[in-house]
């Protein structure tokens, strides 16, 4: 399998006029999703109406549509399915591994994570009671710090501030070592970097559809759960799609077979079909292929940056096999940068405190655009009235 | 304030030939969803990618159309958002609500609650641990059943099976006076009948969007909190949307003002798209008036089959003020008979273990399609080959 980027980047729908360098917050329209979520609101819901949940397949998408990210993240057939926010499948995943762990108390975590993990996790253990604590360290702290009460290890592969990129292998290999169980939170790896969570023996993995796949805003998050747990774990967000027979309306919970009990209430059919579509171009895309032209446009990126401008200080990891695929770089007027940025046509983000912050997606993003938005990164830094109070003031308000 | 239901109907996309009796279980396509959906897709996902969160308002959808579904539930603005599914929602309410209690350690609900709400009772109560229980009785049994060691009550208002209707205000009153708090699904109430959440001091609310709201298969749940709790509340799922300052990015969970703080994730926009179209239409109705509609129907179709066979005994109340906005039948060869009505372009649904459910949506249904619907019904029973062992035998596999 090779991947053709030129083709692929004829497959979205991308606005005149920008570069856009942040598919990693939102991914962009794939042509075919217009027609896809068109069919699916006019000839199925408008015409099937109730029977689409047999007649159009509605009911299995979240398992058949989790079977095609699985391979893009190194998981088994049969161990993803999709349904829910990133949020919720944290705390259904974390919520069933602690119960594996039942005599330990401990969620160890890093401040890098993304704040609604913890938030979830805080949530969690004050349900469960005062003996159960999230605990987090410095994310280069992570490995020593899985002591015999850690039951759970939580990380986000790749930083969402910095793209600092987690050793999942090893991680995964410490936390076992010490008895604990591990949750990868994929949000920043799925689409935008192989992952391997088979063959790094993963036990949990959340992620979300609509930054590097594309499924647009609001799109359905995934859980993978290793097959060796799937039919051990009990989840505490037991909904009707979980049963093991959900149209039985048996008045007692059972868990369905497999990762199908992962599954809660009913899926959003039209955020399901706008993955489907983007999926199909997913399908042909190497992940070893596109890994090296991430780090090809990320290093061209961090390379004519660093050549036109001293006033940023990357925030990102220098070597390209420490990072996932976006650049962040710091500057103390960062949100003001941004800002003038964005009226250039050059649309990244900014995220507190300093951090503009740069994503790379092979589908659709090139080499040209890169350097044009470094180029234009660099005229803003040394000769844009961005830094007057007034552009200041009329970027806050906007 | 009066409605047009001739010209509500003209709103909705109904395929030729069909009879929807289903709009209980999945509402139809409002015409203008088509449109609205396609504006998300194309201008707002498409033209401006990730600025939609502000540029479009997707941000604020959930807390907008939230105030607009308020009015038909007899909530108070700022009390009602939307997010996740019925499932997730009846969760986080009643996990919120038994922290408000916390010297008492029983739900109790009815056997003819539905099942989801029950597995998330179950899986909550056992994620608490060994001293929390779920306990069921009869419907007609809740009032008495409501003991000193009863934290909350947790009720569908209307029952999906047989439309039997929950006495809000007095169960609520009879909650409150045995010192429990009140949890009430609205899933067969939002749309189908008044709802009056504030007047009857309800706690709790939740209900989902996609039956008689026409949000679309999949469409999010709601979730509504009396706003004398909302800044008591801790919310067991405590995402970053529901944190004070999402985009702080704040390492510790701090609960947002007011309703805001039941949010959890990002919100599916594309399937709100829908619901906003839809409850386009919802501004114009009148609620009394959908009302006298809903009854005017159900009267007419259980008239109108009592009259035409004997061969069914109604299992909803023949008092229509104890009954929802629909009307259920039992018949053993429930599901092939249903089958069969299905073939002749009637479609209700069939409920084990043996009941055929009709719902009354007066938005798109006519006196004549009630009348045609249940004349085929009684064609059906007397005269049709539902009742033969190879119709029977295509009706299971189909």
């Given at each position: 399998?090779?991947?053709?980027?030129?083709?692929?980047?004829?497959?979205f729908?991308?606005?005149e006029?920008?570069?856009?360098?942040?598919?990693?917050?939102?991914?962009?329209?794939?042509?075919?999703?217009?027609?896809?979520?068109?069919?699916?609101?006019?000839?199925?819901?408008?015409?099937?109406l109730i029977?689409?949940?047999?007649?159009a397949?509605?009911?299995?998408?979240?398992?058949?549509?989790?079977?095609?990210i699985a391979?893009?993240?190194g998981?088994?057939?049969?161990s993803?399915?999709?349904?829910d926010?990133?949020s919720?499948?944290?705390?259904?995943?974390l919520a069933?591994?602690?119960?594996?762990?039942?005599?330990?108390?401990?969620v160890?975590?890093?401040t890098?994570n993304?704040?609604?993990?913890?938030?979830?996790?805080?949530?969690?253990?004050?349900?469960?009671?005062?003996?159960y604590?999230?605990?987090?360290?410095?994310?280069?702290e992570?490995a020593?710090a899985i002591?015999?009460?850690v039951?759970v290890?939580?990380?986000?592969?790749?930083?969402y501030?910095t793209?600092?990129?987690h050793?999942?292998?090893?991680?995964?290999?410490?936390?076992h070592?010490?008895?604990?169980?591990?949750l990868?939170?994929?949000?920043?790896?799925?689409?935008?970097?192989?992952?391997?969570?088979?063959?790094?023996?993963?036990?949990?993995?959340?992620?979300?559809?609509?930054?590097y796949?594309?499924?647009g805003?609001?799109?359905?998050a995934?859980v993978?759960?290793?097959?060796r747990h799937?039919?051990?774990?009990?989840p505490?967000?037991?909904?009707?799609?979980?049963?093991?027979a959900?149209?039985?309306?048996?008045p007692?919970?059972?868990?369905?077979?497999?990762?199908?009990?992962?599954?809660?209430?009913?899926?959003?059919?039209?955020?399901?079909?706008?993955?489907e579509?983007?999926l199909?171009?997913?399908?042909?895309?190497?992940?070893a292929a596109l890994r090296a032209r991430?780090?090809d446009?990320?290093?061209?990126?961090i390379?004519?940056?660093?050549?036109?401008?001293?006033e940023?200080?990357?925030?990102s990891?220098?070597?390209?096999?420490?990072?996932?695929?976006?650049?962040?770089f710091?500057?103390?007027e960062?949100?003001?940068?941004?800002?003038?940025?964005?009226?250039?046509?050059v649309?990244?983000?900014?995220r507190?405190?300093?951090l503009l912050?740069?994503?790379f997606?092979?589908?659709?993003?090139?080499?040209?655009?890169?350097?044009?938005a470094?180029?234009i990164?660099?005229?803003?830094?040394?000769?844009?009235?961005?830094?007057?109070p007034?552009?200041?003031q009329r970027?806050?308000?906007t």
């Open positions: 399998m090779t991947t053709d980027f030129t083709a692929t980047r004829a497959l729908d991308l606005p006029g920008v570069i856009y360098l942040d598919g990693n917050s939102l991914g962009p329209l794939p042509v075919a999703a217009k027609a896809r979520v068109a069919r699916t609101v006019e000839q199925e819901w408008g015409q099937m029977r689409g949940w047999n007649a397949g509605w009911m299995e998408m979240p398992r058949a549509l989790g079977d095609r391979r893009l993240i998981a088994e057939p049969g993803v399915v999709l349904g926010t990133l919720i499948k944290v705390y259904q995943a069933s591994a602690l119960e594996m762990r039942p005599d330990r108390r401990v160890l975590s890093d890098g993304f704040p609604s993990d913890l938030y979830m996790a805080q949530g969690l253990c004050a349900t469960l009671g005062a003996d604590a999230l605990r987090t360290v410095a994310p280069e992570v020593a002591g015999p009460d039951a290890v939580m990380l986000t592969e790749v930083d501030r793209g600092r990129k050793d999942m292998a090893a991680l995964t290999r410490a936390a070592a010490a008895g604990a169980l591990i990868w939170d994929l949000a920043h790896s799925a689409g935008a970097l192989p992952v391997e969570l088979a063959k790094a023996g993963a036990d949990f993995a959340v992620g979300c559809t609509y930054k796949l594309n499924s805003p609001g799109g359905p995934f993978y759960v290793a097959p799937q039919d051990r774990v009990r505490a967000l037991s909904g009707w799609l979980g049963h093991e959900p149209f039985a309306f048996d007692d919970y059972r868990p369905g077979a497999g990762i199908e009990r992962m599954r809660v209430g009913t899926p959003p059919i039209l955020q399901l079909a706008a993955l579509a983007s199909d171009i997913w399908d042909r895309v190497d992940m991430s780090i446009l990320s290093e061209c990126f390379a004519a940056v660093e050549a036109g401008t001293d940023l200080r990357l925030a990891p220098r070597d390209p096999a420490a990072r996932g695929s976006q650049v962040s710091h500057h103390p960062g949100y003001a940068v941004m800002q003038a940025l964005i009226h250039r046509g649309i990244g983000d900014f507190a405190p300093d912050r740069f994503g997606t092979p589908l659709f993003t090139t080499v040209e655009e890169v350097r044009r470094a180029e990164l660099c005229e803003i830094l040394t000769t844009e009235a961005w830094n007057t007034a552009f200041k970027a806050k308000v």
